[in-house]
């Protein structure tokens, strides 16, 4: 194996290269974890991730993808550009998708329920839904409707920048105040705040129609489309809403469901 090129530091041309190894270590939690800081995929989720604030400390390209000039003139000041042989690149990732271009950025500084005091629009709540493309879809849902925030429940703040879910949100995960709690803790804030919290529900005899014209913020929580929500949060609702759909479909998918409800509440969000 060739050892790290003393002409071009700026070149990763093998698995010795300095840089190599925080790499591969990103691509993992425990890397992540230690590291503090995350990869993100692809040109286009790194310029919604500079237009959120995020810093980016470092870009990487392959082959014959070249970083654009709009990019290079949006990176975060110090910021450094660096190619990676192509032969090097499939060795970095592995068994994990293959990304041309990619950026290592800082973690972002994780949000907490207290976020909620400055939101004036509807939040999303996710209960214990952890497919990554399914929570990429309701990210970009919400915001295209004007949703306020999302919150994810019972889930590690570690994981809210996967890779897979940066991809899946096409970046605009960045755009969005994501929080995370456990279900006992946002019940306990709603409790103490005064929160409305409605919860999607198929046995719910309110259809997603009438709660268009609430003319408050609402805390609207979904599960997944296995499981729905737990009973510790349909007992704490303070509101339940359905969608009606043809008897002969059990169930919507959750991302389907978040926009199907999202859509009656536009008119408020926006």
């Known amino acids: 194996m060739n050892e790290p090129s003393a002409n071009n530091?700026?070149?990763?041309?093998?698995?010795?290269?300095?840089?190599?190894?925080?790499?591969?270590?990103?691509l993992t939690r425990e890397g992540r974890r230690e590291?503090?800081?995350?990869?993100?995929d692809d040109e286009e989720n790194i310029l919604q991730a500079l237009e959120a604030g995020v810093e980016i400390e470092s870009v990487y390209f392959s082959g014959e993808d070249k970083i654009s000039d709009a990019l290079r003139q949006k990176l975060t000041a110090g910021a450094t550009i660096h190619e990676v042989a192509k032969r090097t690149t499939k060795k970095l990732f592995e068994n994990d998708k293959i990304s041309r271009i990619f950026a290592i950025a800082e973690t972002p500084e994780p949000v907490g329920l207290e976020k909620l005091q400055t939101i004036a629009k509807d939040v999303v709540v996710l209960e214990d839904v952890s497919i990554s493309g399914n929570i990429g879809n309701i990210v970009r849902t919400s915001l295209a409707l004007g949703?306020?925030?999302?919150?994810?429940?019972?889930?590690?703040?570690?994981?809210i920048y996967d890779r897979r879910l940066i991809?899946?949100?096409?970046?605009?995960?960045?755009?969005l105040p994501v929080m995370t709690a456990t279900t006992s803790q946002l019940i306990e804030y709603c409790k103490q705040n005064k929160q409305t919290l409605l919860v999607a529900s198929a046995d719910a005899k309110r259809t997603v129609d009438e709660?268009?014209?609430?003319?408050?913020?609402l805390l609207i929580v979904?599960?997944?489309?296995?499981?729905?929500?737990?009973?510790?949060i349909e007992n704490a609702a303070d509101l339940k809403a359905r969608i009606p759909i043809d008897p002969r479909v059990e169930s919507l998918n959750v991302s389907a469901a978040a926009g199907i409800t999202?859509?009656?509440?536009?008119?408020?969000?926006r």
Do not use: W
């Open 211 to 217: 709660i268009a014209s609430i003319p408050e913020r």
């Open 262 to 269: 999202l859509f009656t509440r536009r008119d408020f969000n």
């Open 222 to 232: 979904f599960g997944s489309e296995k499981d729905g929500c737990s009973p510790e």
């Open 147 to 159: 949703v306020g925030g999302m919150i994810l429940l019972n889930m590690d703040p570690l994981d």
């Open 9 to 26: 530091p700026f070149l990763v041309d093998s698995l010795n290269h300095p840089l190599a190894g925080p790499i591969r270590k990103l």
């Open 35 to 40: 590291l503090n800081q995350i990869v993100i």
């Open 167 to 175: 991809r899946a949100s096409r970046g605009y995960l960045f755009s």
